[in-house]
C-alpha cells in the first residue's frame, strides 16, 4: 500500500501561482511514476503531467504546457506541482497518483490515489 497526500490547495487570483505537494507513504516512492489528475464539478478526472520513477521523463497535458512543472524529490519521497499563470478554467480538485509502470495519462493505470486538494482561480 502506498498512502498520498496533497497539500497546497487553495485561491488564487488568475495569472497567480501555487505550488502542491504530495507526500507518500508505504513502499518505495521511488518504485513508482507519479502523477497529478484533476476533476472540475460535473466533468471527468483529467491528466495534468505525470514523471518518471527517476524524475528525468515528464510528460504534461497541451491544456498546463509551458504553465505546469511536475517534480519529484524521492529522498522526501514527495512529487509537486508547480503552478504558474493560472487561469480560471484551472478550478479543480487536484488529486496526485502512484502507478508501478511506466510514465503514463489514464487514471485507470494508476494504483494509489490522494484525496485531492482544491485549488479555484478566480477572474
Known amino acids: 500500500q502506498v498512502q498520498l497526500v496533497e497539500s497546497g490547495g487553495g485561491l488564487v487570483q488568475a495569472g497567480g501561482s501555487l505550488r502542491l505537494s504530495c507526500a507518500a507513504s508505504?513502499?518505495?516512492?521511488?518504485?513508482?511514476?507519479m502523477g497529478w489528475f484533476r476533476q472540475a464539478p460535473g466533468k471527468e478526472r483529467d491528466f495534468v503531467a505525470t514523471?518518471?520513477?527517476?524524475?528525468?521523463?515528464?510528460y504534461y497535458a497541451d491544456s498546463v504546457k509551458g504553465r505546469f512543472t511536475i517534480s519529484r524529490d524521492n529522498a522526501k519521497n514527495s512529487v509537486y506541482l508547480q503552478m504558474n499563470s493560472l487561469k480560471p478554467e484551472d478550478t479543480a480538485v487536484y488529486y496526485c497518483?502512484?502507478?508501478?509502470?511506466?510514465?503514463?495519462?489514464?487514471?485507470?493505470?494508476?494504483?494509489?490515489w490522494g484525496q485531492g486538494t482544491q485549488v479555484t482561480v478566480s477572474s
Open positions: 514523471v518518471s520513477q527517476s524524475g528525468r521523463t515528464t
Open positions: 508505504g513502499r518505495t516512492f521511488s518504485n513508482y511514476a
Open positions: 497518483a502512484a502507478n508501478q509502470g511506466t510514465t503514463n495519462r489514464y487514471p485507470s493505470q494508476y494504483d494509489y
